[in-house]
């Protein structure tokens, strides 16, 4: 359990930080601050946790003993940790913990830690292989990669937003274990949207069709969480397209440095692209199925 009079500070609220800064307040943690690039979205949940809505990076820090980020990609994170502005997390980076959450090239990850340590302060990564439900509940799945020490300073915070927490290695580490778990993912949901698109072009009953593959070597933990969802067109946003693609591309690039093929990983980020290319990235990745369901399109 945290420490509750530790000052944690959130960058990053939209739909998993604001559940998992929400999670944190109601174990009776101090939310001190949050911030977001949109501005609505910080005020409304700093007014609910009853926390400053700060006007940068910076203010989080100068406020938090702990800096939870969650953001949506490197460009992103590189902006929140830009050494050289002033209203970066690293204008109060000295003896405070920084726990990055999102999925992120490994390199940046390494970078960023050293880039912390370098200003007196230090960093782990704390991948999340969940979805909203997840934070809300604290039943998130966490791989952490950075310094065994950190990762013990860290643990407090992490078991009271995880279930399962687990210590990957180095730095970069669970942000690798974590790609490769997200491309299996959207090659699985992929597969699903055309096993599902082929029933339904052939005339066979979907939720039949579901329980038999439930029962059989087509069974897989997206079967759960997205089979209804594809039949029933039910694709609110729980992980994107765009997210999706993101993930499966840093997979890619890192299957590129090791002169390794995976066409099946290729593929599956070609449907998500083109999902993006047809204005529906910000729909569930279970929107694949958009693309393989007969008269959909």
Known sequence: MADTE??????????????????LKDQGCRIAAVQDRHTDASQSLAHELDSEAAASPARVAELSDIVIT????DAAMRDIYAEQNPTSLMAHAKDRLFINCATLTPALHIDIEQAVERHGGAALEACMASSITQARQGTLYLM????QEVFNRARPVLETLGT????????????????????VMNSNTAALAEGLGLGKALGIDLTLLREVFSQTGAASRVLETDGEDMQRRAHDCYFSAAHAAKDSAIALDLAKRVDLSLPLAQATLSQYRRLI?????????????ELTFPDRL
């Not at 969650?70 to 990609?73: M, T």
């Not at 399962?164 to 491309?183: D, F, S």
């Not at 290319?277 to 199925?289: F, I, M, T, Y």
């Open 277 to 289: 290319e047809l204005g529906k990235g910000n729909l569930d990745k279970s929107a694949v199925a």
């Open 6 to 23: 530790t000052r944690i500070g959130f960058v990053g609220v939209g739909r998993m930080g604001a559940n998992m800064a929400r999670r």
């Open 164 to 183: 399962t927490v687990r210590y990957i290695g180095p730095a970069g580490e669970a942000a690798t274990v974590k790609a490769l778990v997200n491309m």
């Open 70 to 73: 969650v953001v949506s990609d």
């Open 144 to 147: 952490c990669g950075g310094r």
